[in-house]
């Protein structure tokens, strides 16, 4: 073994991923060639940059991300100097300074300095609070300003690192939308359809984009960021401030030196500058042109440097590039010319039901590029196919579908036992079909989509859990027709707009009518269908509360005659008990009713409520008439709306009750019944942590306790059995009733139809809607004022007009004159 | 009865108006129900009112196109031939009736009412 002194002196600054990866790669070839020195300028030890994002997304801690622990620096006899930033460099002397009167002498330099985050010369750009996202202390900024109490983030970039930054934000509670200079999200990886579906995505995990955005001023209160304002004059307020609008080479110190600098610092194939014993590598260096900001292509260097100061011939040719976003559900892959161009083709695969998009690009052959969407996992195989050049003519069938569906039509791989299925094997238990039923569909009538497979054959449509299998046999069978559609699952046949783009695009153009919105969204069929009519007639009644006229044909039975469909055909009268309470006079005109118009079964529900079954259509205005005499309303048990409030008998009665449930459940009812949601609402108030009332498996349930009221969201008790979440604690009655109301009308705002609150809440996150109604007092006040004045307009009961002679035709019938002819 | 009834075939029984558009109305008074269909396009058809599935009545269903869904449990079915669609096809039939549209008043054939 060498001692110290026969040893040459290599001295590294940068203490990032590309200085340490390029010391490991030179120890693997030569361990006791040089005495290595690293200067680092954060106080810490080597971590891997490129996993901020799931640090500040709370998905990997900083200890996760270490890269060199002390004991590698300390086993491998390498001196750091950690938060120790490099003053100058002597390139005569081969000398390097730094703070603290540092000196060290070098046989050889590594440049390994990385690059800056760039700062927008905004006004403002200086207010605390504004900041980059480019190491620990950032993440650490970002983490202790959403800690703090959620609020608002704005990132001003929506490249990687921008999107990436926002949804770390908004996962850790805050509201944070991204601001893009351009119209197309990441548009330097990813192509316009499938920028278009990562906006879809980012909104369903709480963030929200701005397009085309240009800013103008940074404004401040009290010294800190208080809003962004664009040059179009909006105002997006903010408690947080990134900027990710991209990096610049750090190429100062060699500057200084006297090196040849252009954007970054310029080295040749063998990664040395113009000084002989000076490299660089990593993002502080500038190859043929060309600064990287990638991993891979820091990897590539690091061996070609090892190589060269190891005494090997190496060279870096330069990289292809690839990238990854890391967003958790959110798959976004991207290598090469994506894009396209002159003398290359394209193979497009869409799968709205799965909101996967990807597009292979082809040039004489070979894979130019690739972006993928929602389904990236074949990523590194087009990737590793792209760069050894390989000629995939004869894959061209199947490459889109990826590496096990491309082997294994090949017999390669077990997978393909899909294709390998008897006619006769059930595919869909729920529906009994076979696997023949749905090949033969797909090839007769030309099937290209899984919503069209199911509307044909009902495979998958009802639990769903078939929906790969189906897919894959689409896929199979249809090949490369199999491309139509795009965004994610559309409403329904009669069009591909998923949910959320119909309710955007409903405010968005100010469609009132169903006509006008079937018109404007290119509808496919004349006037939609049993599934698409319903859920327009609700989007429109919520987004214009007073303006648009509710279409009785587009409801549902139940809704349009106010009362519940048996399997006879006759129906189910549920009067409202406000909160469970009843008292003799009800039951009394109840017990009259029964006799009256022969009730045949008279039963209690599972929300505190009396059922009458076996009412006949037309005898309903009537039943309705007797009821209201009694002061009894609709009970909407047959509405996708407010069903009923349970409650306990609470401090009134019970010895253990710590608060009036019953009142509060009577309050909460009166305030919430009469409104239309996406789905039914279901609400309970317990009077202690016992839960008599089982709030907690409500859609909004409300637990007292000694202190105040714990206000619980999202349980289910049906098909799904889900316990709730807790959405906060309000102190008082009136502070329950206001977050209460205005997360409804959050749901009511956003829910897809038929979605129910806890389906809701798992897609757009219990965060977001925490930060919007319990965290943002303003936000929670406007929402609570939109849902008061949609209440104004709909807490009429349904039973008193038709009682009152109301849509008669309905109720009556036509009485066809046996006897008298027409002609 | 019977033979006035087959002499004059024709029974008027409610003006298009008293049909919802995109809707229906059901006729309870003869001997088994009749649902009526106005489809967005004013087209009528008649239906005996029992959807081929469960008997449900087509009439309180949602109208669309030429197709009216049933509310019990969704089966699909052509209004002008009251067979079901999609996937349901071939699974029994609602039985059609004569109807016909004159001078905004709409006519039924008396016999399928006493049937």
């Known amino acids: 073994m060498k001692t110290q002194a026969d040893k040459q002196r290599l001295v590294v600054i940068g203490n990032g991923m590309a200085g340490c990866r390029a010391v490991e790669e030179i120890l693997k070839r030569d361990p006791d060639r040089y005495d290595i020195t690293i200067f680092g300028a954060e106080p810490r030890v080597n971590y891997n940059r490129i996993m901020l994002s799931p640090v500040l997304a709370g998905e990997k801690s900083f200890e996760d991300i270490v890269l060199n622990d002390e004991a590698w620096y300390r086993d491998n006899d390498i001196t750091l100097h950690s938060g120790s930033a490099v003053t100058a460099i002597d390139p005569v002397s081969h000398t390097v300074f730094a703070e603290g009167g540092i000196a060290e002498l070098y046989d050889r330099l590594i440049l390994a300095t990385g690059s800056d985050a760039i700062r927008l010369p905004l006004p403002g750009a200086d207010l605390k609070g504004v900041i980059t996202f480019r190491d620990i202390d950032d993440v650490e900024a970002m983490v202790a300003t959403a800690e703090a109490g959620g609020g608002r983030a704005v990132v001003i970039g929506g490249g990687l690192l921008g999107l990436e930054a926002a949804y770390g934000l908004a996962k850790r509670g805050m509201a944070a939308t991204v601001v893009h200079l351009m119209d197309v999200l990441m548009e330097r990886q990813v192509d316009a359809s499938a920028g278009h579906l990562l906006a879809e995505a980012l909104k369903a995990r709480g963030v929200e984009t701005i397009l085309g955005a240009n800013s103008e001023e940074i404004v401040g209160k009290d010294g800190k960021v208080a809003a962004l304002r664009l040059k179009d004059g909006r105002i997006l307020p903010c408690d947080i401030l990134v900027m990710a609008v991209g990096i610049r080479p750090s190429s100062r110190l060699a500057q200084a030196a006297g090196l040849e600098t252009k954007r970054g610092v310029v080295v040749d194939d063998s990664m040395r500058t113009s000084d002989p014993a000076i490299f660089a590598i990593g993002e502080c260096a500038e190859h043929r042109g060309q600064c990287y900001g990638l991993v891979a292509p820091i990897w590539d260097m690091c061996r070609a440097l090892a190589d060269t100061l190891t005494g090997v011939d190496g060279a870096y040719v330069g990289s292809m590039l690839s990238t990854r976003l890391k967003v958790s559900g959110v798959d976004v892959f991207s290598a090469g010319r994506f894009s396209g161009g002159d003398g290359c083709e394209d193979i497009v695969f869409r799968d709205a039901g799965r909101g996967v998009y990807k597009r292979i690009v082809i040039e004489q052959g070979r894979i130019a590029g690739a972006v993928l969407f929602g389904d990236a996992v074949d990523g590194g195989w087009y990737f590793d196919l792209m760069k050894s050049g390989a000629d995939i003519t004869d894959l061209r069938e199947t490459l889109v579908f990826g590496q096990a569906a491309t082997e294994g039509l090949r017999g390669l791989d077990p997978s393909a036992a899909v294709a390998a299925l008897a006619d006769a094997a059930e595919v869909c238990g729920c529906n009994g079909v076979c696997k023949g039923t749905i090949t033969t569909a797909i090839v007769s009538q030309k099937l290209s989509t899984l919503e069209s497979v199911r509307a044909v054959t009902k495979a998958s449509a009802s639990c769903g859990t078939c929906t790969p299998l189906v897919e894959k046999l689409l896929k199979l069978t249809a090949g490369d027709a199999f491309v139509e559609q795009k965004g994610p699952k559309p409403v329904c046949s009669c069009t591909h707009h998923p949910h959320q783009t119909v309710r955007d695009l409903i405010l968005e153009h100010r469609l009132q009518s169903i006509p006008a919105v079937m018109q404007a969204l290119e509808w496919t069929t004349p006037d939609g269908c049993a599934s698409c009519r319903p859920a327009l007639n609700y989007y429109l009644i919520c987004a214009w509360p007073g303006l648009y006229r509710d279409d009785a044909q587009s409801r549902f039975v139940n809704e349009r005659v106010h009362a519940n469909i048996q399997k006879d055909g006759t129906y189910s009268v549920v009067p409202r008990m406000w909160g469970g309470m009843t008292s003799a006079r009800e039951l009394r005109a109840i017990a009259d009713v029964v006799d009256k118009f022969a009730i045949p079964a008279v039963k209690v529900t599972g929300g505190q409520r009396i059922d009458l079954l076996g009412v006949e259509k037309h005898q309903l205005p009537a039943v309705w008439a007797d009821l209201n005499a009694a002061g009894m309303v609709s009970g909407h048990a047959y509405a996708k709306a407010l069903r009923t409030v349970k409650t306990c008998v609470g401090s009134e009665w019970c010895r253990f009750g710590t608060q009036d449930s019953t009142g509060l459940g009577v309050k909460l009812e009166k305030l919430l019944w009469g409104s239309w949601t996406p789905a039914k609402v279901k609400l309970a108030v317990s009077g202690c942590p016992r839960n008599c009332a089982e709030a907690t498996c409500k859609d909004f349930g409300v637990v007292c306790v000694d202190s105040g009221y714990e206000i619980h969201i999202g349980g289910a008790a049906g098909l799904h059995i889900k316990g709730t979440e807790i959405l906060g604690k309000a102190g008082t009655e009136d502070e329950t009733m206001e977050i209460i109301a205005a997360a409804t009308q959050l749901y009511r705002e956003e829910g897809h139809y038929l979605e129910r609150v806890y389906k809701w809440m798992d897609r757009v996150g219990l965060k977001t809607i925490i930060a919007r109604v319990i965290d943002d007092i303003e936000q929670r006040r406007a929402l609570y004022a939109r849902f008061a004045h949609s209440q104004l307009l709909s807490q009429d009961d349904p039973w008193a007009e038709r009682a009152a002679g109301a849509d008669a035709a309905e109720f009556q019938g036509i009485h066809a004159p046996m006897l008298q002819a027409a002609e | ?115």
């Open chain 2, 1 to 115: 009865m019977t033979s006035i009834v087959l002499d004059r075939r024709w029974l008027d029984v409610c003006a298009l108006e008293d049909i919802p558009l995109r809707g229906a109305r059901r006729i309870a008074s003869g001997s088994r129900p009749i649902a009526i269909f106005r489809t967005g396009l004013d087209e009528i058809h008649a239906l005996v009112d029992r959807c081929p599935h469960k008997r449900g009545p087509l009439s309180m269903g949602i109208v669309h196109g030429a197709s009216v869904t049933c509310p019990l449990h969704g089966m699909k079915i052509d209004l002008a031939t009251g067979q079901p669609l999609g996937a349901d096809a071939g699974k029994g039939c609602a039985p059609r009736i004569d109807i016909r549209l004159e001078a905004g008043r709409v006519l039924i054939d008396a016999a399928a009412l006493h049937e």
